[in-house]
């Protein structure tokens, strides 16, 4: 394609044409460097879909752009009237917030909040969920996990680091904290209101994420594993949603370790619905796991209530779909007459199985 199709395709609001002008520009191949026009491009180019935020102004563009990328930007955010300058104000905080000016980030998010953008409810739940991490004291209730650090959370760009944070200890110690600043209230609003909000699927998982780690592990909430349970099995039932951390997983697996929760009708009842929905998408591989996993707690739910009938037919069904632990559980019942007769060749079979698929 060349430069002429290019313009012609940006100015058709073709997302990707407008990214690859943009990347020209800035290194001046096949046309004059001009990094005002250069970010424009790159500002239409993630407004229509194409870049996550934190790409298009992460380090790599702001040291090609200079100083320019930065004015240029701030300028767009006082375009009164411009039905883009929500979008505008929303990445000058993904900006700011890359540079760890976390004050001037806040601003810009409550900014394009006023005026109606849906994103900036997930950016500032975000940047709470990261200065409250590296919190060396209590926020809202939550509690300091010694050594936690959000890296080996959640994957970040290099300028994202926040391990050993002291520009967010500077903002945690002047932030005078009110109930509009909860983290967990704007993730949740983000989640509540993903409907169209935001055009990049992982970005709506890692709000689930966070929020999921924030009640699991009291980052800026307190410890709520009811809540956590819930938020795991809404990320199971989403074909699109990649538990790459396991946080989902291992929070339903921590739950089926506490008795209290165990008990309680609303995780029952969560799992039966994981479990009918994942039923329906066996053919996804994903899915069949996430259906394996759903099986298995729903058979654990109800071996612990003493309902081994129950419990020995979702046992054997995950175990069939290549639950490990499922098996080792199934084994047990073989060996101990729950659920079924006991057989010790049936509970010999199934521990062996077990050991071999680990």
């Not at 979702?314 to 729950?338: P, W």
């Amino acid at each position: 394609m060349t430069v002429e199709q290019l313009k012609d395709a940006a100015e058709d609001y073709d997302a990707n044409a407008q990214y690859v002008l943009a990347q020209m520009l800035l290194s001046g191949d096949k046309v004059e460097t001009d990094s005002v026009a250069a970010v424009e491009y790159l500002l239409h180019s993630a407004a229509g879909g194409f870049l996550t935020p934190s790409l298009v102004f992460g380090n790599y563009h702001l040291e090609k752009a200079n100083s320019n990328a930065e004015k240029t930007l701030l300028e767009l955010c006082r375009l009164e009237g411009s039905s883009y300058q929500h979008v505008f104000q929303t990445y000058a905080g993904v900006l700011f917030f890359a540079k760890q000016d976390y004050d001037t980030a806040e601003r810009f998010f409550k900014m394009a909040l006023n005026n109606g953008n849906l994103l900036a409810v997930a950016e500032l739940g975000l940047l709470y969920f990261y200065v409250v991490a590296n919190s060396p004291e209590p926020v809202n209730g939550g509690r300091v996990k010694k050594g936690f650090n959000p890296d080996s959370y959640m994957p970040v760009m290099e300028s994202w680091k926040m391990s050993d944070n002291v520009a967010a200890v500077r903002y945690l110690k002047k932030k005078q904290w009110s109930e509009e600043d909860n983290m967990a209230f704007w993730l949740s609003e983000a989640i509540d209101n993903d409907s169209g909000w935001y055009p990049f699927g992982t970005m709506s998982y890692s709000v689930y994420e966070h929020l999921l780690f924030a009640y699991t592990e009291g980052i800026g909430v307190p410890v709520n594993m009811e809540k956590a349970a819930g938020l795991a099995c809404d990320c199971l039932d989403d074909e699109y949603f990649d538990d790459m951390n396991g946080i989902a997983k291992e929070t339903l697996l921590a739950v089926l370790e506490n008795n209290a929760l165990i008990s309680k009708p609303f995780l029952k009842s969560k799992l039966d619905v994981l479990y009918n929905s994942t039923n329906k998408s066996k053919s996804n591989e994903k899915m069949m796991t996430n259906h394996a996993l759903a099986a298995y707690c729903l058979g654990m739910v109800h071996f612990k209530q003493r309902e081994y009938g129950k419990a020995f037919k979702y046992l054997t069904e995950s175990a069939e779909m290549g639950d490990v632990k499922a098996m080792t559980q199934l084994s047990e019942c073989y060996r101990r007459g729950k659920g079924i007769e006991a057989n010790s060749d049936k509970a010999t079979y199934w521990e062996k199985k077990a050991k071999e698929s680990r």
